[in-house]
Structure formats: structure tokens, C-alpha cells
């Protein structure tokens, strides 16, 4: 009898349950991520204490998604951590180089608008998708 099968099954069942948990965290952090930033102005005509509430949501949930996060890599086959360890690591110096750039450029006027954090986070997320992309085409 071969005891790989179960151990593999109980690993692809593992890894489905830490992928929808961290699904969960992500789409709860989102919408209290526009909880935040919404509701001040379309919910609760700007008062204080709801809006501090909903940031302390947002944060509690971002630490959730997080801690899920790092359970999601904990529960991935070797090649997959390390495909997601480059994109990571991708995406840290990119955002952080870049970032810090963009910043230059507004702080030194080169560029006529404010620098956004809304756009370094579009392209860490742009750099880490395609840091995926490229390590599942490497070690395909």
C-alpha cells in the first residue's frame, strides 16, 4: 500500500483550505480597506470615532491577512515557496527603489502631480504577478 497518496491528499487539502482562508482575508481587508475610505464620506458624514473603528477594522483585518499569508507559504511544496520568495523579493526592491524615485521626482518637481501611494502599490502588485509568472515559466 502506498502511503504518499494520503499524505498527498491531506497536503492538497490542506493547501485548498489555506488558499480560501487567505482568499477570505484578502477580500475582508479589501472591503474595509473601502470602508475606510468610503464611509466618512458616504456613510457617516465624517465622524471621528466610526472612522477611527473602521481603520482599527481595516488594521485587524490586514493583520489577519497577513498571519494567512504566512500560513498559505508555510503549506506550499519547496519550488512554489521559492518561486513566491523571487516575486516577493521582486517586488520589495522594485516598490522600494521605485517608490523612492517617484517621491524624488515630486519632491524635486520634476513631475506636476502628487506622488500616489496608490501607484506604488499597483506596480508592487504588477512586479509580483509577473514575478510569478516568470518563476512558474523558469521552473516549469
Known amino acids: 500500500m502506498n502511503k504518499s497518496i494520503p ?3 491531506a497536503w492538497e487539502a490542506r493547501t485548498k483550505k489555506n488558499t480560501k482562508s487567505l482568499a477570505l482575508w ?8 473601502a ?3 468610503f464611509g466618512p464620506k458616504f456613510i457617516w458624514q ?7 473603528l473602521a481603520i482599527l477594522l481595516n488594521l485587524g483585518l490586514g493583520i489577519g491577512m497577513i498571519v494567512a499569508n ?9 519550488l512554489q515557496q521559492k518561486i513566491q520568495l523571487e516575486a ?3 517586488a520589495l526592491g ?8 517617484y517621491s524624488l521626482l515630486d519632491i524635486t518637481n520634476l513631475i506636476h502631480s502628487d506622488a500616489e501611494i496608490s501607484h506604488l502599490v499597483i506596480l508592487m502588485a504588477l ?13 516549469k
Open 94 to 101: 522594485v516598490g522600494l527603489v521605485g517608490g523612492l524615485s
Open 46 to 52: 465624517g465622524d471621528r470615532l466610526l472612522t477611527i
Open 26 to 33: 484578502t477580500a475582508a481587508w479589501t472591503l474595509s480597506m
Open 88 to 90: 516577493m523579493a521582486l
Open 7 to 9: 499524505d498527498t491528499n
Open 70 to 78: 504566512k500560513r498559505h507559504l508555510k503549506g506550499l511544496d519547496e
Open 127 to 139: 512586479t509580483y504577478m509577473g514575478g510569478i509568472v516568470a518563476g512558474q515559466v523558469r521552473y
Open 35 to 37: 470602508l475606510a475610505t
